[in-house]
């Protein structure tokens, strides 16, 4: 197939990407040889593209199905392809050429995908997410929505997802504060995420509670369902009444503590990260039970989840010598969690609906007086990946 007949570069849709995928970045310079090409972009970066890559990611109708956009081609039914021919076309597209045994084959590249995937150490760490970590001046730039920009505009909704991505928490004001709006807020994003609690679930104070949370007891900091092998990762809360004395919620940045007590105890913090504790929860319906550690670390060492609920704490089940310096490692993690410094205070009030991200911001609430009036939340659970869907799929347009 000739790169002209492929139909897969069109003005909507690059590389069968349906994210039209642009760059305000130019090709100055293409240079081949057998196991690849070289670009040189206007901005001095130098990006590297091996032939078995380029072959592999290639979008043409026979190399991905036409209408699922899926890699139908299998790399290892096939000869390590070389480069025959490359060169930077009209339109700042790049024509590949590809040798591999007896066949041969074209494929075309937009500037724009390149750009995109392009795998050079600039390009690797400008794609890293930043993340903004925060201690109790948060509250003076928490990310607000208004309800109506949230469910009726793109900047609304994507205001909301960007917050909870950098910060890992975000507030919504004037949602109706009626029974199962909540999830009206979460289908915006994508399908909400069950559990044993449901759907979603009711913070009331029962008289039969088969969970701290629906007592009137005031609830440390913690996240919710570390029971779970994959706890959910985004909690909404929806305050549909609220004139109890107390009840106030608070919010920790557990990145931000965890990277403190790195600093400062890099023992403690090696303790909490390298050993799985148990958690557990059960009822007359289940009995869920997990094993992970406090703070977990992705390969390059950055945080990647917080895990603390100190009444799904199961016994622990670790080495003899390591039990004592686990309850001190806790004991150390904790009281920097109790600090003042570290924490978001919300009187969440009718109609505010406030999100985080479960791996990250730990929840609790101070105590209230059941008797002094009613204090009714709702809450459900999304997932990460359909928050980030919901974004890449704002950026289409
Ligand atoms: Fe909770």
Same mark, same amino acid.
């Given at each position: 197939m ?7 570069v069109t003005?909507?849709?690059? !590389?069968?990407?349906?994210a039209?995928?642009r760059t305000?970045r130019?090709?100055?310079d ?38 699922a ?18 060169a ?7 024509d590949i ?6 066949e041969?084959?074209?494929?075309r ?12 150490e ?16 948060i ?7 208004s ?12 205001a909301?997802i ?12 004037g ?8 999830? &009206? ?20 104070s ?10 009137? !007891?005031?609830? &440390? ?31 920790a ?6 990277? &403190?007590?790195?600093?400062?105890? +890099?023992?403690?913090h ?9 958690f557990r929860?059960?009822?007359?319906s ?30 622990m ?16 993690f ?8 570290f924490?978001?205070?919300v009187?969440?009030?009718p ?14 609430r101070? +105590? ?8 009714h ?7 990460l ?13």
């Amino acid at each position: 197939m000739l790169a002209a007949d492929l139909n897969c570069v069109t003005s909507s849709a690059s !590389m069968a990407d349906l994210a039209p995928l642009r760059t305000t970045r130019n090709l100055v310079d293409l240079a081949q040889d057998l196991e690849g090409i070289t670009l040189v972009w206007d901005d001095g970066r130098v990006s590297r593209f091996t032939a078995a890559w380029l072959r592999d990611n290639c979008a043409c109708p026979q190399c991905r199905h036409p209408q699922a956009l899926e890699r139908t081609y299998m790399f290892i039914d096939h000869a390590t392809p070389t480069i025959l021919a490359a060169a930077i076309g009209p339109g700042e597209v790049v024509d590949i050429t590809f040798a591999a045994g007896s066949e041969s084959h074209s494929s075309r590249f937009t500037k724009g995908w390149l750009r995109e995937y392009g795998c050079c150490e600039d390009a690797l760490r400008e794609r890293e997410f930043t993340q903004r970590l925060w201690g109790s001046d948060i509250a003076s730039r928490l990310t607000t929505v208004s309800y109506a920009d949230y469910m009726h505009t793109s900047d609304g909704v994507r205001a909301w997802i960007d917050a909870i991505q950098t910060d890992g928490v975000a507030l919504l004001k004037g949602v109706p504060a009626q029974p199962g709006q909540l999830l &009206e807020v979460g289908r915006r994003i994508g399908p909400i995420r069950a559990t044993n609690f449901g759907d979603h679930y009711d913070v009331v104070s029962m008289p039969n509670p088969n969970a701290s949370a629906y007592t009137a !007891m005031g609830l &440390e900091l913690h996240t919710d369902l570390a029971n779970w092998r994959s706890p959910p990762d985004v909690q909404l809360l929806c305050c549909l009444k609220s004139t109890v004395t107390g009840g106030e919620s608070v919010f920790a940045d557990g990145f931000m503590v965890a990277e &403190e007590l790195r600093i400062a105890d +890099p023992e403690t913090h090696g303790l909490l990260s390298t050993h799985a504790l148990d958690f557990r929860f059960h009822d007359d319906s289940c009995d869920i039970r997990a094993r992970a550690p406090t703070i977990e670390l992705d390969r390059a060492g950055r945080h990647l989840q917080v895990r603390f609920n100190n009444w799904l704490r199961a016994p622990m089940r670790l080495p003899e010598d390591v039990i004592e310096p686990m309850y001190q490692a806790l004991a150390t993690f904790w009281r920097m969690l109790r600090s003042p410094r570290f924490h978001l205070n919300v009187r969440l009030e009718p109609g505010d609906l406030i999100a985080y991200n479960n791996h990250r911001v730990l929840h609790g609430r101070a +105590p209230f007086d059941p008797r002094s009036g009613e204090r009714h939340l709702q809450g459900c659970y999304l997932n990460l990946e359909d928050l980030q869907s919901r974004l890449r799929l704002l950026d289409r347009v």
